[in-house]
């Protein structure tokens, strides 16, 4: 019988204290999407509160002069392997350096279509991760500039939350990970609980207080309240 209490009892959690916290909430992931090159927008595909995938298309910079330069550098290349080839069959005649001569025409002719691809791909904008498009500031027919980038969207993660919790930095020893959380969104009566995972190693100079995030699902991305940290003995 005192063997059993004693397990039972070993195997209750004791909270040791109740710590008051305010939090924000916050996209878990979030991006902000630019060009890195300039140019004039051909087309802007999304809008705000759009649902997109990873990889899917966002926008696009006009880009004609760099396909005509891709196109015709597909040529020289054609040419240039073709003359490479025939030099190949008598390199026993010509000698090594003039078939290096061909080859070195034919990889550089291979490169120039390679940065030429880098470069047209840098017209089209794509969705780092699948998401929610928060923001939007492009139009067809915007001028990109190419020195300062400007961001063009912002996209989050389309169910994934965090709630950016904070308390005072007396506890900074207190609060663990793995802690629970329960709290309120600002103006509702209804109790949610969720857990610490990651507490920040440096407190807010000016509020002194301290950040941690508890992960949550599908609340609104601003919306912000209280509630209690219990700290586990």
Avoid: C, W
Avoid at 28 to 57: C, P, S, T, W
Avoid at 79 to 96: E, S
Avoid at 168 to 195: A, H, M, P, T, W
């Amino acid at each position: 019988m005192r063997v059993s209490f004693f397990i039972l009892f070993m195997s209750v959690v004791i909270y040791a204290q109740e710590i008051y916290a305010t939090f924000n909430v916050v996209a878990k992931k979030e991006a902000n999407l630019a060009f890195n090159i300039g140019g004039i927008v051909q087309k802007a595909l999304v809008d705000v509160g759009d649902e997109v995938k990873a990889k899917e298309l966002l926008a696009e910079l006009k880009n004609d002069d760099i396909k005509a330069n891709l196109y015709i550098a597909q040529v020289e290349l054609k040419y240039a392997k073709r003359d490479y080839n025939r030099q190949l069959k008598v390199k026993n005649v010509i000698g090594q350096s003039v078939l290096d001569k061909f080859a070195y025409k034919k990889e550089m002719a291979e490169a120039k279509i390679k940065q030429i691809k880098t470069t047209l791909d840098k017209t089209y904008l794509r969705a780092p991760f699948s998401g929610l498009i928060s923001y939007k500031n492009i139009e067809k027919g915007d001028v990109v500039p190419g020195m300062s980038p400007k961001i063009v969207y912002k996209i989050i993660s389309t169910h994934e939350r965090k709630l950016l919790v904070e308390f005072d930095e007396k506890y900074f020893n207190k609060v663990k990970v793995g802690d629970r959380f329960i709290y309120k969104l600002d103006g509702e009566s209804k109790e949610q609980e969720g857990v610490i995972s990651k507490i920040y190693p440096t407190a807010n100079s000016k509020t002194r207080k301290i950040t941690a995030e508890v992960l949550a699902s599908d609340i609104k991305v601003g919306l912000f309240g209280s509630g209690t940290i219990f700290t586990k003995d």
